[in-house]
């Protein structure tokens, strides 16, 4: 099994990072409609704010990606990603376990779309409970 390296994001990093955005909200089936040019403003946004981002590699191929709020306590994991080629494989986990120990923490909260069962167990296979229910009337 190789080593997945984590690197914090440059401003440089944000038409990769959007394009995965994009993928992450078609897997997660979100009804974000935003294009990629307005992912790309939106996660400059975050950049320039309190988030970080982190792209996961192994022989300097991109695996996902990561996007963290350092400003709330605990930290608010907004978005993980692992590219589709390559879940199913560990990679997720251990990205999620290399950012606990890069960022010192082990407490993290995250969102889980209800749609999105895969995501639910894999957050829970992780050590994740249930907190509350976000609901909307549409």
Known sequence: METLSIEICSLDSLDLLALLNS??????????SMTVEQLRARMEGF???????Y????????????????????????????????RRQGVGRRAFNGLLQLTGSQSID????????????????????ERSIY????
């Open 23 to 32: 993928q992450l909200i078609e897997d997660e089936q979100h009804d974000n």
């Open 47 to 53: 950049l320039t704010g309190p988030y970080k981002a």
């Open 55 to 86: 792209l996961f590699k192994e022989h300097n191929e991109v695996k996902g990606y990561a996007l963290i709020n350092h400003q709330t306590h605990p930290l608010y994991l907004r978005q993980f990603f692992i590219c589709r080629g390559c």
């Open 110 to 129: 995250i969102e889980v779309l209800s749609v999105n069962e895969r995501g639910r167990q894999f957050w829970q296979s992780l050590g994740f409970v």
């Open 135 to 138: 609901m909307r009337r549409q």
